[in-house]
């Protein structure tokens, strides 16, 4: 028998209790939250860590903002593949936590230490020398790429600290210790400054690097914050979690860390790939667009702090849940986590569309590039509440075990839809920057839609039970 229609009323009354519901501080919300806020803290001093570049290497101009932001585009695009095997490492920690399984997330911890020195080492030797080469084919000119070489050669250098920062992050993510994660990546950004005010400039007896500078800033500043998880390891005495496991790495959990790593570690990559030909489309119309769109990148990572953040969360909660076999509380966990984000995301969205100038102006004093930047933001801040559900609901679907959709879909929409209309709607329709970014909205709203159908459907479930 079905239940009978709710009458205006009544409607409203249920209405009124589910909104309480989701406000109210309940323990799945505080659990968000605090595993989210030193998230979104650390990933904001990882931010800061690119703005920090940008700004300070400004006095040199145009040329040296636009190969920032090729040359961090670039790196990141490299080192993206090695950082999607840290949500790989988070996913599986976190399901053998809520199995109870504690000697396999030693394992786990054992072989991610050798797999993430191993493969770090190959990108800090091997890096510097491609670095020209990588310029050479994706830089617009000959000044901005002599620039960007000397950027990224000693940004390589110091890979294998950030990789390495990133596997440790993921381990304790997926044992619900975020705080790690934020005290490294703020040790990260303090250093960071400081050492670019001693590189960039030439201050305490050294020579001035200039754009180099910023690079071997960062290299060091990235040891600096790996030094923090050994003492984050003692403090919470993960030793219980190694006692009586082989201190050699396990074929069985390098083969399980790279199933469940490779998905999200080709996605981050090949979506960094195509992020790169769209800074090469940029330099179809001018030096100009591609320093304008490393002003906007950098100005949208914050807006990505929030989504990054509660994704992180809500993988950690859903994967334990799911370990423990409480799908019910996977499940709202996921939509609870997003829509808190969205909040978050709305309010930056709202900030962009009414103080983007100020905000732009916090970046570059530089008239032209203000003009450019500003009608973009107003575009990027109408879809934030959806690149919230994106982000969240996307880390939901790999930690529940979907990752190799998730992929699929990203590649799909990324190169399928996001750069050719990219340059269907800056360069043929001559849309300039205005018309790039307009191809990111179309891209970001698909996936929003896409995967809050796919996660409502439950099929994870089904596949589980």
């Not at 920690?93 to 030693?106: D, P, Y």
Request: hydrophobic share 50%; proline share 3%.
């Amino acid at each position: 028998m079905h239940n009978p229609p709710l009458k205006a009323g009544n409607y409203l009354d249920h209405l009124y209790k589910k909104i309480l519901r989701l406000y109210r501080p309940s323990r799945l919300n505080v659990k968000i939250l605090s595993l989210a806020l030193p998230v979104v803290f650390g990933m904001l001093s990882q931010s800061l860590v690119w703005i920090t570049d940008t700004v300070m290497v400004g006095y040199l101009g145009q040329n040296a903002i636009a190969a920032i932001g090729i040359g961090g585009t670039c790196y990141y695009t490299l080192v993206a593949f090695l950082i999607g095997f840290s949500m790989g490492v988070q996913i599986i920690v976190a399901r053998r936590f809520g199995e109870g399984k504690r000697s396999e997330i030693g394992k786990v911890g054992v072989s991610t230490l050798y797999l993430s020195i191993f493969l770090g080492c190959i990108l800090s030797i091997s890096g510097p020398w491609f670095s020209e080469w990588i310029m050479f084919w994706i830089g617009p000119e000959k000044t901005v790429n002599a620039l960007g070489t000397k950027y990224l050669y000693f940004r390589f250098i110091g890979s294998g600290f950030y990789f390495l920062g990133f596997c440790f992050r993921g381990f304790m993510d997926g044992l619900g210790l975020t705080k790690a994660g934020f005290v490294s990546m703020a040790v990260t950004t303090i250093a960071n400054i400081i050492l670019n005010w001693i590189f960039i400039y030439g201050n305490l007896g050294f020579s001035p690097m200039g754009i180099g500078g910023a690079g071997l800033a960062s290299s060091i500043s990235g040891f600096a914050g790996l030094l923090v998880f050994p003492i984050f390891f003692f403090y919470y005495k993960l030793g219980k979690y190694f006692e009586g496991v082989n201190l050699l790495p396990s074929k069985e959990h390098i083969i399980e860390i790279f199933k469940v790593g490779i998905p999200p570690g080709f996605e981050e990559g090949l979506v960094n790939v195509a992020f790169v030909i769209f800074s090469k489309i940029q330099g179809f119309i001018s030096v100009l667009a591609v320093a304008a769109s490393n002003v906007l990148f950098s100005t949208l990572s914050f807006a990505f702090l929030p989504g990054y953040a509660f994704g992180v969360a809500a993988t950690t909660i859903l994967g334990q849940a799911m370990g423990a076999k409480k799908y019910k509380l996977a499940y709202h966990s996921a939509f609870r986590s997003a829509f808190i984000s969205a909040h978050v995301m709305g309010f930056i969205g709202l900030c962009f569309i009414f103080l983007g100038k100020t905000i732009v102006y916090a970046m570059t004093r530089d008239q032209a590039l203000v003009e450019e930047c500003y009608p973009v933001l107003l575009l990027l801040g109408v879809i934030q509440i959806g690149d919230a559900y994106h982000m969240v609901i996307g880390a939901a679907l790999r930690g529940a075990g979907l990752q190799n959709y998730v992929f699929r879909i990203y590649i799909l929409l990324t190169y399928a839809v996001m750069l050719p209309l990219s340059y269907l709607f800056g360069i043929v329709w001559k849309g300039g920057t205005l018309g790039l970014w307009a191809a990111i909205f179309v891209w970001i709203a698909s996936l929003s839609l896409i995967f809050i159908y796919e996660f409502r459907k439950k099929n994870w479930v089904k596949g589980i039970v």
